[in-house]
Each structure stands twice: as structure tokens, then as C-alpha cells.
């Protein structure tokens, strides 16, 4: 949820509140989130912990002092080549083309999910037959 006040839509990105224990909880899973309150900051693709007083006055002054724009397609200026070419590869595609693209990438994801599933059962089936074979011989 997207909070107002005099950050709202500030050059440097937005100060948002993610219930964790909802709809928010992937989000929170995906960038290490185990406690609450928890304070992140940072590029979005590695967000970083705050540490510090969690007053607002100590908050504001962090943020004036320590954040700052960052590569994202509304400032590619401030991409490097890499980047750039990764962002502007997916800005040129249809709304129906980058689903297609998000679906074919869950798609994989879900198989390897599943695959990592089947094995993990095929090496606990082997422990028990391996543990089985043991007692019996012990025995």
C-alpha cells in the first residue's frame, strides 16, 4: 500500500506498507522478511535493511541523506548498458507478450518445483529401503 505525505511521489522511489501475513506475503518471503516491523531501502532487485532509529524525524533525515534514484525504466538514464538493453528489450513488448513471457517463465519455474519434489521422494524412498536392508541385516 502505497503511503501519502510529503513522499509521495518522490523522485526517489515510494515508501510503501506490505502486510506480511496477507497478500504481501510472497513479497515479504522473496526479500527475507522474518520480523515485524521490518525496514528496507535500496534498489528493488537487492533491497537492503535499515538499522537505524525508527522515529520519523531519524527516518527522514536517512532518507534525504542516503537515497537516491536508481536504474528503473522511468530513469534509465541512469542504467548501465546491460541494464538498459534488459529493461528496454521488455518495454517494446505488448501487454500480451510480456504475459505470455511471465506465464512460459512460471511454467518452468513449476516444473522444476515438481521435479525437485519427485526427487527428493526417490532419495527418501531410497534412505528407507537402505535403512530397511540395514536392520535386517543387523537383526
Same mark, same amino acid.
Do not use: H
Given at each position: 500500500?502505497?503511503?501519502?505525505?510529503?513522499?509521495?511521489?518522490?523522485?526517489?522511489?515510494?515508501?510503501?506498507?506490505?502486510?506480511?501475513?496477507?497478500?504481501?506475503?510472497?513479497?515479504?518471503?522473496?526479500?527475507?522478511?522474518?520480523?515485524?516491523?521490518?525496514?528496507?531501502?535500496?534498489?528493488?532487485?537487492?533491497?537492503?535493511?535499515?538499522?537505524?532509529?525508527?522515529?520519523?524525524? +531519524?527516518? @527522514?533525515? =536517512?532518507?534525504? &541523506?542516503?537515497? #537516491?534514484?536508481?536504474? $528503473?525504466?522511468? %530513469?534509465?538514464?541512469?542504467?548501465? /548498458?546491460?541494464?538498459?538493453?534488459?529493461?528496454?528489450?521488455?518495454?517494446?513488448?505488448?501487454?500480451?507478450?510480456?504475459?505470455?513471457?511471465?506465464?512460459?517463465?512460471?511454467?518452468?519455474?513449476?516444473? +522444476?518445483? @515438481?521435479? =525437485?519434489?519427485? &526427487?527428493?521422494? #526417490?532419495?527418501?524412498? $531410497?534412505?528407507? %529401503?537402505?535403512?530397511?536392508?540395514? /536392520?535386517?541385516?543387523?537383526?
Amino acid at each position: 500500500e502505497k503511503l501519502s505525505g510529503e513522499w509521495a511521489g518522490n523522485d526517489i522511489g515510494l515508501i510503501a506498507e506490505v502486510d506480511c501475513t496477507t497478500e504481501g506475503k510472497p513479497l515479504c518471503d522473496a526479500n527475507g522478511v522474518k520480523g515485524f516491523p521490518t525496514l528496507k531501502y535500496g534498489d528493488p532487485a537487492s533491497l537492503e535493511d535499515y538499522q537505524g532509529a525508527r522515529t520519523y524525524d +531519524a527516518l @527522514a533525515k =536517512f532518507a534525504t &541523506e542516503n537515497l #537516491k534514484p536508481v536504474c $528503473s525504466p522511468a %530513469k534509465i538514464e541512469l542504467c548501465d /548498458d546491460e541494464k538498459k538493453a534488459a529493461i528496454e528489450k521488455y518495454m517494446v513488448l505488448s501487454v500480451g507478450e510480456l504475459d505470455t513471457a511471465i506465464t512460459a517463465e512460471e511454467k518452468k519455474m513449476e516444473e +522444476a518445483e @515438481a521435479t =525437485f519434489k519427485d &526427487e527428493v521422494q #526417490k532419495l527418501q524412498d $531410497s534412505y528407507q %529401503k537402505l535403512t530397511a536392508d540395514k /536392520d535386517e541385516v543387523l537383526a
